[in-house]
């Protein structure tokens, strides 16, 4: 057959098919509720990190009622197959969430949690968890450098949340292969839908499979993980953390009495990483956040929190938390803000602030960078670039109807910032590079990015 007759095919073929596609009505999978209940077997392997990430690492996992005692073995990774003779066994601590009365979870689960302390700076260690006959596979993880200025890369990503196994599933996954050597994974709220719903949290760990047993996740609460227990708080127009969130997560318990979990810190070699929780007590938060930040050692300091100071999308302005938390930022000069919750990507920035020293060059000087960023599958439409410039920012990168993750990658006085859509195409960058009197170079790099992505030029979100 000719060259000319199978192009011909071919092109034929692809008519049809689009045809096709256009015409089709999206049908959404099913899943039966006997799916996301806990049973023998470890499931929902989870890391997190301690304060000190160079000495501390927490595993939690979950199985049914019936394993009452569970441990963890951790040991130095060697190529050897037999390094596991050279580890050592801990006993976990055991909770039971009995959240059977509770809408959306109707579950009754032990979670079970180990602190792995002590452990030697920018090492590789492997681990797994069980019961002492049912045994996970073994994991591997590698702690932080006590080097500050060592090179290290992390992970972020905004909203999970819709269509989490579906289509948040090809998102991580490609982010995990883009960056395998990744850190942490910093998810800035709204990791499901439903606050207590069993068959979300479910697909959150399903679609994330081994990358979060290997990859330890800085999470932030979103205002979909607040959601009313039970008739009485809905009545009530109260709403409560999900049931699940502090039994599966091990994170520092460093913040505020009350917001233990959902507001914390972690030092990794010479960053501040902090997560606020923008859902609630406010003023408790700037308080604790002046506080820390005031005594702050570390050369960069990253934010994540879920409602944005600066909105993507219209109709969504978070004035109050603005007015609040903004000049804390602006005075300890934080570096970073990773920002959920309006379903579209925006990047910005704002002035270095009053507090520069007179006679400095504010030429390609930048206070802190603002993303807002989405993983998953729900879209809403961009806002005008005055829902930033009328409040005193600056818009550079937008995107919709995108899904992003972003890797950050820190090394001495460097960061540098990318941003990929969920195919792998570089879709924003910039840097930033430390100067004297901490003040930032801002350099902008997104001309190496694909063009701009909008509703005029993607597969439409509604038909």
């Not at 009622?65 to 050592?88: C, M, S, V």
């Not at 019961?131 to 450098?145: H, M, V, Y």
């Not at 960053?271 to 408790?284: K, T």
Request: glycine residues 6%.
């Amino acid at each position: 057959m000719r060259p000319f007759r199978l192009l011909l095919i071919f092109a034929l073929f692809g008519v049809s098919y689009a045809v096709h596609a256009q015409n089709q009505t999206y049908k959404e999978p099913k899943f039966h509720t006997e799916w996301s209940k806990p049973s023998l077997y470890p499931d929902r392997i989870v890391l997190n990190f301690g304060q000190n990430p160079s000495s501390e690492v927490n595993v939690t996992w979950r199985t049914n009622t019936e394993i009452k005692t569970a441990y963890a073995e951790i040991a130095l990774a060697t190529a050897a197959p037999r390094f596991w003779k050279n580890g050592k066994t801990i006993q976990a601590k055991t909770e039971l969430l009995d959240a059977r009365k509770v809408e959306d979870a109707e579950v009754m689960a032990h979670y079970h949690s180990a602190e792995f302390i002590g452990l030697l700076p920018d090492t590789t260690y492997a681990y797994r968890v069980g019961d002492g006959e049912r045994w996970s596979e073994w994991f591997q993880f590698r702690t932080a450098s006590d080097q500050p200025d060592q090179k290290f890369s992390f992970l972020y990503v905004g909203d999970a949340q819709n269509y989490i196994l579906e289509l948040w599933s090809r998102l991580i996954r490609e982010g995990f292969r883009t960056a395998p050597d990744a850190r942490f994974f910093v998810h800035a709220g709204d990791l499901i839908n439903r606050a207590h719903r069993e068959q979300e949290w479910h697909e959150w760990f399903t679609a994330g499979g081994f990358i979060h047993s290997m990859i330890p996740s800085f999470p932030t609460p979103g205002n979909h993980e607040y959601r009313a227990k039970n008739k009485g708080e809905a009545e009530a127009k109260q709403r409560s953390l999900s049931v699940q969130w502090r039994p599966q997560f091990t994170l520092p318990l460093n913040g505020p009495k009350g917001l233990e979990e959902t507001v914390y810190y972690m030092d990794y070699q010479d960053v501040r990483v902090i997560s606020l929780d923008s859902n609630r007590d406010h003023e408790i938060q700037a308080k604790w956040l002046e506080k820390i930040l005031a005594s702050n050692p570390k050369k960069w300091t990253i934010i994540t929190y879920h409602h944005p100071f600066f909105s993507a999308s219209s109709g969504r302005d978070n004035e109050e938390l603005r007015n609040l938390w903004k000049p804390i930022f602006d005075k300890y000069r934080v570096d970073l803000a990773l920002q959920g919750h309006d379903h579209a990507y925006a990047r910005g920035r704002v002035a270095p602030g009053e507090n520069v020293l007179d006679g400095v060059n504010v030429k390609d000087l930048t206070g802190t960078v603002y993303v807002v960023s989405v993983s998953g599958g729900k879209m809403y439409n961009l806002g005008e670039e005055e829902e930033w410039s009328d409040k005193g920012g600056q818009r550079d990168r937008v995107a919709e109807n995108t899904q992003l993750f972003q890797v950050i990658t820190v090394e001495g006085n460097r960061l540098k910032f990318e941003s990929y859509t969920a195919i792998g195409e570089l879709y924003d960058a910039f840097e930033l590079v430390k100067g004297e009197n901490d003040l930032n170079q801002f350099i902008e790099l997104r001309v190496n990015a694909v063009p701009e992505k909008n509703n005029s030029n993607t597969i439409p979100y509604r038909d």
